[in-house]
């Protein structure tokens, strides 16, 4: 069936390192993903997108890779800062339907 | 504010009561999703709504569960005779179809304590 999977539940990193957060998708007819940022209480923020006729986007200290051929999603985020805590999920779409898929998240703990 | 609200924010009440929730979306934006969380894990869909039009909903979506958006703006979802087990926080998001990859934006939520 259709998934979207995280590998690391919790990332702890330092203040100003570079944090990478992966997730796996099992659905090659996927052609759309997000990853959003949901802090406790919260609802998910929407941080960065691209089409699987993309491999790479970037935004601000932000960028997303996406390997189409092992069907893997990475979230790239440069300088990590205190603020950057929360849970990450990222999430796909097909053109067949209009929801999102949503793995289970990974949790950011960032050092000061 | 001009994201997605949704209302109330918290809401507690007893297995077998009946309860509602409000979203209102982005303004003009056409698509309205609503979604269900509960903790440690990602939002799963429950149902979605072009302008009026209810288009797909989800196996989740039991007969006690009902969605309405009678005139394109706001949506409620309604829960009938409560269960312990649908105790979670209740998503709502909207979009805007015309071209690019219609990106969801999110509500805050409302989370249901089912007593």
């Known amino acids: 069936g259709e998934s979207v999977g995280l590998h690391l539940p919790t990332l702890s990193v330092q203040e100003g390192d570079n944090s990478i957060i992966n997730c796996a998708y099992s659905?090659?007819?996927?052609?759309?993903f997000i990853w959003y940022k949901q802090e406790s209480g919260k609802g998910p923020q929407f941080i960065i997108d691209i089409r699987s006729n993309m491999d790479k986007r970037q935004g601000q200290r932000v960028t997303v890779l996406l390997n189409k051929t092992v069907k893997h999603l990475s979230l790239q985020i440069a300088a990590t800062q205190p603020g950057d805590s929360a849970v990450y999920f990222c999430a796909e779409k097909t053109k067949s339907s209009y929801k999102l898929i949503f793995g289970s998240g990974t949790r950011l703990l960032v050092r000061p | 504010d001009t994201g997605v609200s949704q209302d109330p924010r918290h809401k507690i009440t007893k297995r077998g009561q009946n309860v509602t929730f409000r979203c209102d979306p982005i303004s003009e934006h056409n698509r309205l999703y609503w979604y269900r969380q509960t903790l440690g894990q990602g939002p799963e869909f429950l149902t979605y709504f072009q302008n009026e039009a209810q288009l797909e909903k989800s196996r989740l979506l039991s007969d006690r569960f009902s969605a309405e958006r009678p005139k394109g703006s706001f949506s409620t979802l309604e829960i009938q005779r409560t269960e312990q087990g649908d105790s979670a926080m209740y998503l709502c998001?909207?979009?805007?179809?015309?071209?690019?990859?219609?990106?969801?934006?999110f509500g805050p939520g409302t989370r249901l304590t089912v007593l």
């Open positions: 998001a909207s979009s805007f179809s015309r071209t690019g990859p219609d990106t969801q934006y």
């Open positions: 659905n090659s007819a996927s052609d759309y």
